[in-house]
């Protein structure tokens, strides 16, 4: 996994940043990127893709990565946010905003996916990135453990759809309790145009 690091780091590049979001493909809550500046000698053999590590794995990694990264940070974009531009768009403000927020400054940059944003440094994108470099597995663990806990702490609130089991993601569930209880204001009105008929969607504002 860290052979593509390591290309860069052989050209001369002394801080390589891998950026990565969690939260894509849920009805409800934001969605969130973390980037990251791991040091150029550094090494986990449990690091990898957040979506293949169990919760104890993601949570124990988390502090690792904090701990010896050169330099990390998140960026937050709310299901309000989501709705107007989409959830692309917002996905590639949460990188870039985090990227922008890297102290150092990164030299190159690795994302994960085939898209990019605007920034002023190279920025590689990396399909299927998370499995393929420790630094963009590494954003998505930080990513996925900061939205889990987020989303956790929703959940106390708004009790109704299962948030700390499913993440806001549509299991039978979370869709059930959707149909009985109607959404709260943290669901994305635009992801749940299939689940409810246009005379509702009319009454609560679907746009």
Do not use: C
């Amino acid at each position: 996994m860290k052979n593509i690091d390591k290309k860069y780091f052989r050209q001369g590049i002394n801080f390589l940043a891998g950026v990565d979001e969690a939260g894509r493909g849920p009805l409800a809550g934001p969605v969130v990127a973390a980037a990251v500046i791991l040091p150029k000698d550094f090494y986990h053999k449990e690091i990898n893709d957040s979506k293949k590590l169990s919760f104890k794995q993601r949570e124990k990694l988390f502090d690792v990565l904090i701990n010896n990264a050169v330099s990390y940070s998140f960026s937050v974009i709310s299901q309000s946010t989501i709705d107007r531009i989409n959830i692309l768009n917002a996905s590639l403000l949460a990188m870039k905003n985090s990227v922008g927020k890297l102290k150092p400054a990164p030299e190159v940059v690795l994302i994960d996916g085939n898209k990019t944003f605007g920034a002023d440094r190279k920025l590689i994108p990396l399909v299927k990135g998370d499995t393929l470099s420790q630094s963009v597995a590494a954003a998505s663990i930080i990513a996925k453990v900061i939205r889990d806990r987020m989303m956790n702490r929703l959940a106390e609130k708004y009790s109704f759809y299962g948030w700390e089991k499913n993440k806001g993601y549509p299991t039978k569930q979370h869709i059930e309790a959707l149909l009985k209880f109607g959404p709260s204001p943290i669901h994305r009105k635009s992801f749940l145009k299939k689940i409810f008929n246009e005379s509702y969607q009319s009454e609560i504002g679907f746009e």
